[in-house]
Structure formats: structure tokens, C-alpha cells
């Protein structure tokens, strides 16, 4: 399935940073509840996009970092592949807390089927990151 990245510019940043999450956003409620006020770029109409975003939670040092490099469906299982990278020993890093995130944004005429969708976070080996269930018309 098509994708593009989205980057999010929220106010405040995510609600909850202390942990890793996994999100589908199918509007802009959900995106307020998430992140408060924030906006998206590039801007976009939410009624034909959905987005999937993913954050690692805090890490140590910079050169964490995670991404989404796959969206797959089949019938009403969506799986989403996320790759994580660590620093290597001797990286040069940023000696700061950072908070690694990746949004995604979709659109919703490439499902099919729609309705009742159960999304499956997955890392790049297969194995499940966690499961979210959501309606998308």
C-alpha cells in the first residue's frame, strides 16, 4: 500500500513521551487528542487520508530512530512494519534525551475493504509490537 511521509508539528509534542506508541489517526480529533494543537506537513485533508504515526519513546542519547517502511493489508488485517535503529558503539550521538517518532499518511481509497480494520505494528523480523483495532470508512 502507498504511503508518504507526514511530519507533525505539534505545539506541545505528544501527550504521553514516556512510553513507545503505536497510532492510526482518522481525523482530526483523534490528531487533537493525541497531540493537541498541532499541525501537519504537508497539510492535509484527514476526510481522505488516514495516518499511522510511531514513537519509540524516550531514549538516552540521539541516534535512536524509528521509521515505518511498510503498510500492507489483507483483508481487515492492515500490517504495519516499523524499523528501529540504535547508535552503534562509538557513534558520535547528542548527549540528549530525544523522542523518536514516525508518521505516515494513507489513503483511505486504498483499503478494501473498510470498516471494522485490525492493524498489526510489526518489526522488521515479524514479530508483533502491539495491535490496534479502529472503524475507517
Known sequence: MRFFRVEL?????????SAPAHLVLTGAADVAAAYGDCRLHPALDLRGHFLVAVHRGPCSTGGYAIRISGVEQQGDEVTVTVARRDPRPGDPVTMMITHPRDCVAVERSAL????????????????KLSQVTIDID
Open 9 to 17: 508539528q505539534p505545539a506541545a509534542g505528544y501527550r504521553d513521551p
Open 112 to 127: 478494501a475493504p473498510k470498516g471494522r480494520l485490525h492493524f498489526h505494528f510489526v518489526d522488521e523480523r515479524g514479530a
